[in-house]
């Protein structure tokens, strides 16, 4: 594997707002003291409280015995739904459909049914296996086809989305074909389990720290189960072991269940999933199958797309609405589709609630999109990488979405046809071809695709945010906003923003934790925008400190504002430069508020889901893929050999960061649509509830060669902070660069005359029946 | 006899009585010591956020393993010396140069998986001929999952660390501190049995295999502990109280990896990550399954007889041993035998071991010159998975090119690992043709009735087997040769 000879040092100089800084907490990770929730020391007194889970998919609860539970010394107390002094609800988007403890009826293996408080977590873990639980089991749902089957319930209204008239277009069509593509759902295997830690204060107060994307929903969540005002709860956090979507709504249960228990008892509570639980309890991102029928020409030009796109929901809404949409808004990944309908169908399962995670629905329908794009490569004989230069986005006609909104950068064709030259697609994909003639077992396999991914919450009013900035009489700066720091090194480049404004060092900025004291009536920190979002906030509260201070230097030492300036080696006030600590000591002396808040909403966006048209996305982040894999035609083994990036995050406001968000996103996309695999056995027992059964990518999955480059020189065109772009979500769908590559290495196996359909995940025994039906065609 | 157990923590020296004896080295460091930098992200062995090192006193040589907390019991520890990630930094406070790197290179996103990374990269790096090569960077770094970076950044760091030379006073604080622990441990040997007894239970520390067979004999229902990598999760998964341990471990007669004239010995206290040099040497595609069974940590705890006293039908040893021939050591009291290694499963879950019997070494003959053997190991990922199949082939040419006393077992395709005797029939005294690989072929499908669980299907199974039978072919076969057979292992470090 070749590093790639860069300096991210460099790179931020030529294209990005600000260098590379290392991430704020980095010595902290490195040396085992960064502080995550277990590792807070414990109030004295501290409860454990561990979840019993139901061991039936679907079942109505005909008793529940919990004497033995009760009765084991350690035990302090176990709690039920009837505990609960508020509503028994979690649901984050108000269905009330999601109990927090089971009432009556479990409708999914792994639901909570109680929770043991106890001395210790082994006391709790024990005692919570020694419930008496009878069951009358009722039929279970669990997949798609059964769902669908059974006229199974939707957990949301379906979205339709359709421009033109998709029926005459495809009857016009000179050519047509139909198919069904599956994708996996995933783990988001965080590797801090979810955790929460609740300490009850005076007049019913409750502090809690949690492992949580969105601790302004924590709050509410725990404020309706203790039937209190949201005043009087406080959630905090500092940061999370990863999360990637899966501590947007799911950490809301744990949250809950710990604070119950100090509500109870009056003593801190602390949560803390063992592995299997939280992959037996918690929601995953959605598996889907969708349908597809496209017409196209000759020249491999898309006229029409019609496509259903079902996803197995588990069971409750949660926020599987949101997401099928998102699959519906990226059903056409960056491509123009002239008559084209799109329908969702969230369908009701006796599984896990699925949830957000890492892309949030959008990858699933880029899958559909590339899939459409691959049979049509087929169908026509041309390359697939000019199957997709042919329909990407125009620049001034054939620029209308699927919801009516007008890409108006699109760069797609820019992007791949720069990959295509640097990373020589077009003549390794004709060696390998050559190659694989002569090898009987090995096979390799190249695909270039592009991701085009819209940024902003598709629920509008998400799509703002606050901060609160602190200057103290020392000039030193304090630095809150509603962000959560999960790895992305949010909190890192809101610290570069402050450091750049007040021209400081980082040594005299700290950024605290997370806390709905501070900033409240925050979004959740998801849909990539964090950065986006609280990184205006806190320019905002910036701004609005240094406008004071800058009026007083003013005044002070009577020059005019525009003369103020603040720069690393001070501030320059006219003539003279002065320490910032000075500046700010005398503007607190001259009764200056040295303390800001900050406010941000995102310009531009509208959504109506009604009508199926809007603005839902402020712009587009862009990007391609080129992967090399080899695959063992005897196994299903397989290896990425080789894979280049390259990635537009506008004016990379850390392109280190930024490269680090390409490089794990890249390597998590792939696994998703390799290896990952979720099992579940007829009883809807989930089977693969650990990392002994589960596999994400370990080191040596990584692509042997990884060259990860930044687009240069691409500004925003929207007025984003600094001109960036958002970077957390997009390059996950770089994985699927993968999934087309295993597919074109197996396509050697009919000469390159059939679509492979491979369906993902490709793991190796789903590549070895790809590979059998393909040589049964062959044969044929 | 002793009754306590005593090891360091840092410079700290801990003599702890009356310890339970299912209390890991993670609750343990976390719990009692407040110790967080060492995580939980599993508790099962599989993640690495909770590798620590573990230094051991081995004659005169100090030998450095990263080991997974989380699944070693704290009595474990007994005459060792622990660090944590709280012990790296300097006296000073400045990085070690292995957490520098980690800084300058972005190694850690969220960095909850940072710690396990660091102690596994010191362990690396204490590794005598720790090379820079890629494919030796994976395994050492292979038990440790990061959902954040994609690796790459951990990787660049490690290769920071490697290329950068050592200070002569960074030599210096080496050797000054290889001293002091070499001082500590010393004060921690002894030849006595110790037993711990407290209210969750005892441990026996047999000092000699004839104390072990002693003890064992007289308490029979004793669980008899060698690294922990499968008793392990029986506690933190299973919940299961263990009420008598007897920890074989450290038992210096069974940590013999000698050369007899029966072949090579491999003591009931021997790791995989010791044992493998010595296999590979013997076995090139042996020393191959080996490099991926569990990671780095669980070869360096988990032991090749513990492997076979588990029982497991999809554990990797067996079919590899079956195949190479190998002998099983049994001693119950002052009795002893021997026993092909296939005929000690007898059944899932069931071998043939008698109360107070144990394995006291596995002997593996040593191959005939012309012998040819393969061993596939196939699994969903390629590192620190369980096999869904994995095939052990043997057998001889004779002077004209016919196969004899061929060897062929299978492990995941049965519920014991079980040999392919029917394709061995169809092999044996047969040139080794295509009709001849058909035919051993039609004979394997015949055999085994493998079962679909959450890592393959059935038909899988059955088809790879098959396969496996090709690629033997396409490897040994006679036209073998320029043809590219297998992905495990990087491109130019394929297997050994
Ligand atoms: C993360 C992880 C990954 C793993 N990956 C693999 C893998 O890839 N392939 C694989 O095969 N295994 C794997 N394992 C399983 C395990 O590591 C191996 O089986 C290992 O060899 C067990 O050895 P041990 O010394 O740790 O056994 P222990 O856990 O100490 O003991 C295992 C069993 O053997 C018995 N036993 C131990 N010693 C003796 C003896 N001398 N006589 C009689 N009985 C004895 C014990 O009583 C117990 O029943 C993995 C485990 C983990 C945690
Ligand atoms: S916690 Fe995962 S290996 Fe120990
Ligand atoms: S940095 Fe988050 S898991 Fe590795």
Avoid at chain 1, 277 to 305: P, Q, S, W
Avoid at chain 2, 2 to 11: A, D, E, M, P, Q
Avoid at chain 2, 251 to 268: F, K, S
């Amino acid at each position: 594997m070749s590093d790639p000879a860069r300096n991210p040092e460099t790179q931020g100089a030529a294209g990005g707002a600000s260098p590379s800084m290392r991430h704020e907490s980095a010595p902290l990770h490195v040396s085992g003291s960064a502080v995550y929730i277990d590792d807070l020391p414990e109030p004295r007194g501290l409860l454990h409280v561990v979840p019993g889970l139901s061991t039936k998919a679907h079942a109505r609860l005909v008793s529940v015995d919990l004497d033995a539970v009760r009765a084991v010394p350690g035990v302090v107390c176990v709690l039920t739904a009837a505990d609960i002094p508020g509503e028994n609800q979690v649901s984050p988007v108000g269905r009330q459909d999601e109990p927090l403890l089971a009432e009556g009826e479990v409708s999914f293996y792994g639901q909570p049914i109680f929770a043991v408080v106890a001395e210790t977590r082994g006391i709790a873990r024990r005692a919570a296996r020694l419930a008496r639980i009878i069951y009358e089991e009722r039929p279970a749902v669990l997949t798609i086809a059964q769902a669908r089957e059974a006229g199974s319930a939707l957990v949301w209204r379906p979205l339709v989305m359709s421009r033109g008239d998709v029926e005459a277009g495809l009857a016009a069509a000179p050519r047509r074909l139909s198919g069904q593509v599956t994708v996996g759902g995933q783990e988001h295997f965080y590797l801090e389990g979810q955790a929460a830690l609740a300490q009850p204060g005076e007049a019913g107060e409750m502090q809690l720290w949690s492992s949580t994307q969105h601790p302004t929903e924590t709050q509410h969540m725990v404020a309706h189960c203790l039937a209190v005002p949201s005043s009087l709860v406080t959630v905090e956090v500092r940061r999370m072991g990863g999360a990637f979507g899966g501590k947007e709504t799911q950490a809301n249960t744990p949250a809950c269940l710990a604070a119950l228990a100090a509500h109870r008892i009056g003593r801190a509570a602390k949560i803390r999933l063992d592995r299997d639980d939280d992959m037996l309890m918690t929601g995953k991102r959605h598996d889907f199958v969708v349908e597809y029928d496209v017409g196209f020409d000759d020249e491999g030009r898309i006229l029409a797309v019609d496509m259903v796109l079902a996803a197995r929901c588990g069971w409750s809404a949660d926020l599987s609405g949101p997401v099928v949409d998102r699959a519906l808004f990226h059903a056409d990944n960056a491509y123009f589709y002239p008559d084209v309908r799109l329908r969702g169908e969230p369908l009701k399962t006796n599984t896990q609630s699925n949830t957000a995670y890492r892309g949030f629905g959008g990858p699933q329908g880029i899958v559909a999109a590339e899939r459409v794009i691959e049979e049509i490569a087929f169908a026509t004989g041309l390359d697939p990488l000019d199957v997709r230069l042919r329909n990407v986005y125009g620049t001034g006609t054939r620029n209308v979405t699927p919801y009516h909104m007008t890409v108006e950068d699109s760069i797609s064709a820019d992007i791949m046809t720069q990959l295509a030259l640097t990373c020589e697609y077009r003549k390794r994909r004709q060696a390998l071809r050559e190659a694989n003639r002569s090898s009987p077992y090995i096979r390799r396999g190249i695909a270039l695709t592009p991701v085009k991914f819209g940024i902003s919450f598709t629920a509008t009013h998400y799509n703002q945010a606050g901060a609160l900035v602190h200057v103290y009489t020392d000039g030193s700066v304090q630095v809150n906003h509603g962000g959560t720091e999960m790895g992305q090194g949010l909190h890192t480049k809101m610290v570069q923003i402050v450091l750049r404004e007040f021209g400081l060092r980082e040594e005299k900025v700290r950024i605290t934790a997370t806390t709905t004291g501070k900033v409240p009536n925050t979004s959740a920190t998801a849909a990539s925008s964090g950065a986006d979002l609280n990184g205006m906030a806190v320019l905002d509260a910036v701004h609005k400190i240094k406008a004071r201070l800058v009026k007083f230097a003013a005044e002070q030492w009577n020059v005019s504002e525009r003369s103020v300036q603040f720069l690393p080696e001070g501030v320059q006030v006219g003539g003279q430069c002065i320490a910032f600590q000075d500046l700010t000591k005398a503007a607190y002396y001259a009764r200056v508020s040295l303390s800001a808040n900050g406010f941000y909403k995102t310009p531009k966006i509208s959504w109506n889901a009604e009508t199926g048209r809007g603005r839902p996305f402020y712009y587009f982040a862009y990007g391609a893929a080129c992967a090399e894999v080899a695959v063992d035609l005897l196994t299903g083994e397989n290896r990425i050999e080789r894979v280049d990036i390259l990635h537009d995050a506008g004016l990379s406001l850390n392109p280190a960061i930024d490269i680090g968000q390409i490089e794990g996103g890249f390597v998590q996309g792939a696994g998703w649509l390799t290896m990952e695999e979720l099992v579940w056995d007829e009883a809807g027992h989930l089977r693969t509830h650990a990392p002994s059964t589960y596999k994400i990518p370990a080191c040596s999955d990584r692509p042997r060669i990884f060259n990860v480059a930044l687009l240069e020189g691409a500004p925003n065109r929207e007025a984003t902070i600094f001109r960036s772009k958002a970077v957390g979500e997009p390059p996950f769908v770089h994985g699927v660069a993968v999934l087309h590559a295993i597919s074109d290495a197996l396509a050697s196996l009919t000469a390159y005359q059939t679509c492979p359909r491979l369906d993902a995940p490709a793991t190796p025994e789903q590549i070895l029946r790809t590979a059998q039906r393909l040589r049964q065609q062959a044969a044929h | 006899m002793r009754h306590s157990i005593r090891f360091y923590l840092g410079s700290v020296r801990h003599e702890i009585s009356g310890v339970s004896p299912t209390t890991t080295v993670l609750d343990w460091l976390r719990d009692a010591c407040r110790r967080t930098g060492t995580k939980e992200g599993c508790n099962e062995g599989d993640c690495g956020a909770c590798a620590v090192l573990v230094v051991r006193l081995e004659g005169e040589q100090l030998v450095w393993r990263a080991v997974n907390a989380c699944i070693q019991f704290l009595w474990m520890l007994d005459g060792a010396q622990i660090f944590t990630v709280e012990d790296l930094r300097s006296p000073d406070g400045a990085l070690h140069p292995v957490q520098q790197a980690m800084v300058d290179q972005h190694g850690s996103q969220c960095g909850f998986c940072t710690p396990g990374f660091v102690m596994s990269m010191v362990a690396y790096c204490k590794t005598p001929g720790a090379s820079m090569a890629e494919g030796a960077i994976n395994d050492a770094l292979a038990g440790n999952l990061c959902r954040c970076t994609g690796y790459a950044p951990i990787v660049r760091a490690m290769k920071q660390v490697l290329a950068t030379p050592e200070t002569a006073q960074g030599i210096q604080a080496e050797q000054a501190l290889a001293e002091s622990i070499k001082t500590r441990l010393k004060t921690l040997q002894g030849d006595q049995t110790a037993e711990i007894a407290g209210a969750e239970g005892r441990i026996t520390l047999p000092a000699s295999a004839d104390a072990l067979a002693a003890a064992y004999l007289a308490a029979p229902d004793a669980t008899l502990v060698a690294g922990a990598t499968d008793v392990g999760l029986w506690v933190t998964k299973g919940l299961r109280a263990l009420p008598h341990l007897i920890g074989i471990g450290q038992v210096p007669d069974l940590r013999r990896i000698e050369h007899t004239p029966e072949g090579l010995w491999l003591g009931a206290g021997v790791t995989w990550a010791e044992a493998r040099p010595a296999l590979a040497a013997l076995l090139p595609d042996a020393g191959e399954v080996i490099r991926r069974i569990g990671s780095t940590q669980v070869r360096n705890a988990g032991t090749v007889c513990g492997n076979i006293g588990n029982g497991s039908p999809i554990g990797d040893g067996p079919p590899v041993l079956i195949a190479a021939g190998a002998v099983l050591r049994l001693r119950r009291g002052d009795t002893r035998r021997s026993l092909p290694l296939e005929e000690y499963f007898l059944a899932y879950g069931k071998q043939d071991r008698q109360p107070g019997e144990f394995i006291e070494a596995v002997v593996i003959p040593v191959p005939h010159p012309a012998t040819v053997f393969r061993a596939y190991k196939v699994s969903k990922r390629f590192d620190q998975d369980i096999s869904a199949v994995l095939g052990a082939f043997a057998f001889i040419p004779d002077g004209e090119g016919r196969i004899t006393r061929a060897r062929i077992a299978f492990g995941g395709m049965a519920a014991t690992p079980k040999r392919a005797r029917a394709a061995e029939a169809a092999l044996e005294g047969q040139f080794w043709t295509e009709a001849t690989l058909h035919a051993a072929q039609t004979a394997l499908q015949a055999e085994f009735a493998p079962i679909s669980d959450m890592r393959s299907s059935a038909w899988y199974r059955q088809t790879v087997a098959g396969n496996l039978l090709t690629r033997l072919f396409a490897e040994t076969g006679p036209h073998s040769a320029g043809t590219e057979t297998r992905l495990a292992g990087w491109k130019g470090e394929a297997y050994v």
